[in-house]
């Protein structure tokens, strides 16, 4: 009887014990029934159709096929943009290897030296203050090192420049990047070139809304768009090893932009009047680039020619093409075949948006090329990744070399972007 009455208490204790794991359990159910059911209501309101898709279209009449049973047409889909990721690492292992073997050895032909600007001499209060406190000291801060050190405050302000620029990089750093993406868009554009040469829609912008959005998706618009897409994807992997200029947030949010109105224009089939718009903006990037190789190179004239190229380039393409023939079939032509629509108005805001900043950026672009011609020379830009290491070297120095701004592909595609501000002065 003893044994019997001493398991009673502990056959409660394994029940109660039971009950409660089976209560967690039932609540971890419940939390995860909640969670699906809250990722799904997200899901559907993001994705709804009336937002996205003109009037009686649904997502499921675009995941049909166009064509006959085994045609392999299709339309675009959300998966699509998945195969961009992989692409994306390819590119990103591509462009180390092309660096190394074959940007470098270009560079080093040229004459550029992997040499970094001129270092501050070792001073170990001067190297504490920049570690620890700040790299730009005030004025006060520069009189109480000047009386510490017994040095002039000119010569401590000096040294702060040369500590600064110890850790930019080295033009063949930069040269190399510049030749990565000179090639890039300089591929990119001609492809897009080739390819919308014999598309109707380039000759004809009404074909971008001629039966929309039944528009079957070719092999090579898809391998154009999503090529596109997947080199954004490279600039956010890319973005936190390259050249840190004083825009890195800006353009961190750029990148985010440009792969969102890529992927979404991808999915709701506006891919026609998104390679129009693709090209028109690859037009002017690689001499951009072309114009940073050649100031790197110490090729001025050269430099300032492919500069002057760049913003006549830029100009007829976004304050004349692109208003005249983007903004007129999106806004104007669109609206008479197939009416407006709640994304219809999402994207012809950015696209207006972006014909603001074209305004501006082609302001900066002819006050640049203004000052160039009237030094003779290129002027400063205030994104430059290295300063000048002191007022008296800026006055006696001979050679001034240009630095440009990230080009327009570091940039928005669909939401473009070019260089914003002056050119600048390297050390």
């Given at each position: 009887?003893?044994?019997?009455?001493?398991?009673?208490?502990?056959?409660?204790?394994?029940?109660?014990s039971?009950?409660?794991?089976?209560?967690?359990?039932?609540?971890?159910?419940?939390?995860?029934?909640?969670?699906?059911?809250?990722?799904?209501a997200?899901?559907?309101?993001?994705?709804?159709?009336?937002?996205?898709?003109?009037?009686?279209?649904t997502?499921?009449d675009?995941?049909?096929?166009?064509?006959?049973?085994?045609?392999?047409?299709?339309?675009?889909?959300?998966?699509?943009?998945?195969?961009?990721?992989?692409?994306?690492?390819?590119?990103?292992?591509?462009?180390?290897?092309?660096?190394?073997?074959?940007?470098?050895?270009?560079?080093?032909?040229?004459?550029?030296?992997?040499?970094?600007?001129?270092?501050?001499?070792?001073?170990?209060?001067?190297?504490?203050?920049f570690?620890?406190?700040?790299?730009?000291?005030?004025?006060?801060?520069?009189?109480?090192?000047?009386?510490?050190?017994?040095?002039?405050?000119?010569?401590?302000?000096?040294?702060?420049r040369?500590?600064?620029?110890?850790d930019?990089?080295?033009?063949?750093?930069?040269f190399?990047?510049?030749?990565?993406?000179?090639?890039?868009?300089?591929?990119?554009?001609?492809?897009?070139?080739?390819?919308?040469w014999?598309?109707?829609?380039?000759?004809?912008?009404?074909?971008?809304?001629y039966?929309?959005?039944?528009?079957?998706?070719?092999?090579?618009?898809?391998y154009?768009?999503?090529?596109?897409?997947?080199?954004?994807?490279?600039?956010?992997?890319?973005?936190?090893?390259?050249?840190?200029?004083?825009?890195?947030?800006?353009?961190?949010?750029?990148?985010?932009?440009?792969?969102?109105?890529?992927?979404f224009?991808?999915?709701?089939?506006?891919?026609?009047?998104?390679?129009?718009?693709?090209?028109?903006?690859?037009?002017?990037?690689?001499?951009?680039?072309?114009?940073?190789?050649?100031?790197?190179?110490?090729?001025?004239?050269?430099?300032?020619?492919?500069?002057?190229?760049?913003?006549?380039?830029f100009?007829?393409?976004?304050?004349?093409?692109?208003?005249?023939?983007?903004?007129?079939?999106?806004?104007?032509?669109?609206?008479?075949?197939?009416?407006?629509?709640?994304?219809?108005?999402?994207?012809?805001?950015?696209?207006?948006?972006?014909?603001?900043?074209?305004?501006?950026?082609?302001?900066?672009?002819?006050?640049?090329?203004?000052?160039?011609?009237?030094?003779?020379?290129?002027?400063?830009?205030?994104?430059?990744?290295?300063?000048?290491?002191?007022?008296?070297?800026?006055?006696?120095?001979?050679?001034?070399?240009?630095?440009?701004?990230?080009?327009?592909?570091g940039?928005?595609?669909?939401?473009?972007?070019?260089?914003?501000?002056?050119?600048?002065?390297?050390?």
């Amino acid at each position: 009887a003893e044994p019997r009455a001493s398991t009673a208490p502990l056959s409660a204790a394994v029940a109660a014990s039971a009950a409660a794991a089976g209560r967690e359990a039932g609540g971890g159910r419940r939390r995860r029934k909640m969670a699906a059911a809250a990722a799904a209501a997200l899901r559907a309101w993001f994705w709804n159709e009336r937002f996205w898709l003109p009037h009686n279209v649904t997502w499921a009449d675009l995941a049909g096929e166009p064509g006959p049973p085994g045609s392999g047409l299709q339309y675009p889909r959300a998966g699509h943009v998945l195969s961009a990721f992989p692409l994306a690492l390819g590119i990103f292992a591509v462009r180390l290897l092309f660096e190394r073997f074959i940007a470098k050895p270009c560079a080093i032909n040229l004459g550029i030296q992997d040499s970094g600007p001129h270092r501050a001499q070792p001073n170990a209060i001067l190297e504490k203050v920049f570690t620890s406190i700040t790299k730009s000291p005030d004025g006060k801060r520069l009189e109480g090192l000047s009386k510490q050190l017994d040095w002039d405050v000119r010569k401590i302000q000096r040294w702060f420049r040369h500590r600064r620029n110890q850790d930019k990089p080295t033009t063949l750093t930069k040269f190399c990047e510049s030749m990565w993406r000179f090639t890039f868009y300089l591929s990119i554009f001609f492809y897009g070139l080739r390819f919308l040469w014999t598309a109707p829609w380039f000759w004809d912008t009404r074909q971008c809304w001629y039966n929309y959005p039944f528009q079957p998706l070719t092999s090579r618009l898809y391998y154009y768009y999503i090529l596109e897409l997947a080199f954004y994807w490279s600039l956010m992997f890319s973005q936190f090893t390259d050249i840190k200029r004083k825009d890195f947030l800006i353009m961190f949010v750029h990148h985010l932009a440009t792969i969102g109105l890529i992927t979404f224009s991808y999915m709701n089939n506006m891919v026609r009047v998104g390679t129009l718009v693709l090209c028109l903006h690859d037009a002017s990037d690689f001499l951009l680039e072309a114009a940073k190789l050649a100031n790197y190179a110490k090729y001025q004239r050269l430099c300032d020619a492919f500069f002057m190229l760049f913003g006549v380039v830029f100009i007829v393409t976004r304050l004349g093409i692109y208003p005249f023939w983007i903004l007129n079939t999106t806004l104007f032509e669109s609206w008479e075949l197939i009416g407006p629509y709640p994304s219809w108005w999402l994207f012809n805001g950015l696209l207006i948006t972006l014909q603001i900043l074209h305004i501006i950026w082609s302001y900066l672009i002819i006050r640049t090329a203004y000052k160039a011609l009237v030094r003779g020379k290129v002027s400063k830009d205030d994104r430059s990744d290295v300063e000048s290491s002191s007022e008296e070297e800026d006055v006696t120095s001979n050679s001034t070399k240009g630095v440009f701004s990230t080009s327009s592909n570091g940039s928005n595609r669909i939401n473009g972007h070019v260089a914003s501000g002056q050119w600048t002065e390297e050390e």
